[in-house]
């Protein structure tokens, strides 16, 4: 019965932590009852039962999602399953370490063999970072700043490690060492944070981000120019009146506008008017059907224009786009990127790393996972030094500064307009993180794997020993 206590209470917190009503500070104590069993003496077997419960729990979330059907069941089970074993490793690691090591070494078996787990799965996985758990602490901005060194996964680490701290609290007595040592590194990681928030803002832009799903829905109706042209009169009328209000920087949703080649100079038209007699820069969403695109224009107020193509489709459903191969960069401090992109480190790291302070992020999201989705673009943010605006249809309109806090937001309207205009602070630039890159994980993992050989090779020997 405990067992099944402690499954059913990690998995509603691990449910509760996620989406747009999530209770973030719920993922950092999830994990707690599933260690506190492993570290005590439920079975083996039950514990991983336990584990797999809870994880079900967690992802039962995304089953409400009414585009599930979109992805192939496979993918979906076995991305789940992959995800669900390598927990249970993790926490079956730590129990091997905690009946064979030091508590300091047991302190950090879990949050290194996951952290290392996560990183593993995400470097492979066509879905990029989605799903990981350093995502659900986003609406505490203070607590993610290390990112900016080490990266999202200094996030991830922090997280397990504080549930390991609690659960070796709460099952030994005489750990005061090992735990004091744990709440000493989540106390600095906070210490730190308040540093962050403390540092001066001077430069500062007005932004907008515009969604209009009427618009939208005629976009993906046109099939002349006419039509498509329409879209765009809509949308350069909007971003007038944005500018009206002072916005410099706008950005409108992914695949927001209609491309038809024959007459894409047309169409683009009164996007490129409106930048040049309002002194905005443009980032706007377009697609197109014959041959299938996903691409977004870059409109300076001179009237260049720069293509940027999606270079992380979102398999399963846009399998038929012919992928980007172009950096986002457009100088002078400022990005595109579109949509999926964003859910991949590697990808906008090199595009942070010439300087971005400011990026424009035409989106598309799924309605429930609009949250989940559209804050890992303000990790990207943390993590890079750089400010941006998100307009995504179906999801969230949001700015967000370089610390990750979003200093406009709002969730985008089933029809009609939905428009944010705010004054943005731009980012610092590159960070330490944008240099090293993933040293971090890579470094859980070679303290991971070097932990278990060592404690598998005591066992050796002890087990041969006369």
Not at 132 to 138: E, F, K, N, R, V
Request: hydrophobic content about 50%; overall charge neutral.
């Amino acid at each position: 019965m405990i067992t099944l206590l402690a499954a059913v209470l990690s998995g509603i917190m691990f449910y509760l932590s996620q989406g747009y009503d999530h209770v973030w500070a719920l993922i950092w104590l999830a994990p707690v009852p599933l260690l506190w069993l492993a570290y005590g003496n439920t079975r083996t077997w039950q514990v991983m039962g336990a584990c797999v419960i809870a994880l079900l729990g967690g992802a039962g979330y995304i089953l409400q999602s009414p585009y599930l059907h979109l992805i192939p069941p496979l993918v979906f089970a076995s991305v789940l399953a992959v995800d669900i074993g390598l927990f249970c490793v993790a926490v079956g690691f730590a129990r091997f370490v905690q009946r064979r090591a030091s508590p300091l070494l047991t302190l950090f078996a879990f949050p290194a063999c996951w952290t290392a787990f996560e990183f593993l799965i995400e470097l492979h996985s066509p879905n990029g970072t989605y799903g990981s758990l350093a995502y659900s602490t986003m609406s505490a901005p203070i607590l993610i700043q290390g990112a900016s060194l080490l990266g999202m996964y200094a996030v991830t680490f922090l997280i397990c490690l504080f549930a390991n701290t609690v659960a070796m609290a709460l099952r030994f007595k005489r750990n005061t060492a090992a735990v004091g040592l744990g709440l000493a590194i989540c106390a600095a990681n906070l210490v730190f944070g308040i540093v962050q928030f403390a540092h001066p803002q001077p430069d500062v832009l007005r932004v907008a981000g515009i969604v209009d799903e009427t618009a939208v829905a005629d976009s993906w109706r046109a099939k002349t120019v006419p039509a498509a042209l329409a879209v765009t009169e809509t949308y350069a009328r909007e971003i007038r009146a944005a500018a009206q209000e002072g916005a410099r920087f706008v950005v409108t949703p992914e695949g927001g506008m209609a491309s038809i080649p024959a007459g894409q100079s047309a169409i683009v038209a009164p996007l490129v008017a409106a930048a040049r007699d309002t002194g905005v820069q443009i980032i706007a969403g377009f697609h197109a059907v014959a041959p299938a695109t996903d691409f977004a224009l870059a409109i300076t107020p001179d009237g260049r224009t720069r293509r940027y193509d999606k270079r992380h489709p979102v398999p399963g459903l846009e399998d038929n786009l012919t992928r980007g191969r172009v950096s986002g960069w457009l100088g002078d401090g400022r990005a595109e990127e579109i949509c999926k992109d964003m859910d991949f480190p590697d990808t906008i790291r090199s595009d942070a790393a010439k300087g971005a302070r400011l990026m424009g992020v035409p989106a598309g999201d799924m309605g429930i996972d609009g949250w989940q989705h559209g804050i890992m673009s303000v990790m990207r943010g943390v993590e890079g030094g750089f400010s941006i605006v998100r307009a995504a249809n179906d999801g969230l309109v949001f700015a967000s500064d370089a610390q990750g806090r979003l200093i406009a937001l709002k969730q985008d309207a089933p029809t009609g307009l939905t428009m944010i205009v705010a004054d943005l602070p731009l980012g610092p630039g590159p960070t330490l993180y944008t240099r090293i890159g993933n040293v971090f994980p890579w470094l859980c993992g070679i303290f991971a794997l070097a932990l278990g050989a060592v404690l598998l090779a005591r066992r050796r020997l002890r087990s041969v020993a006369p």
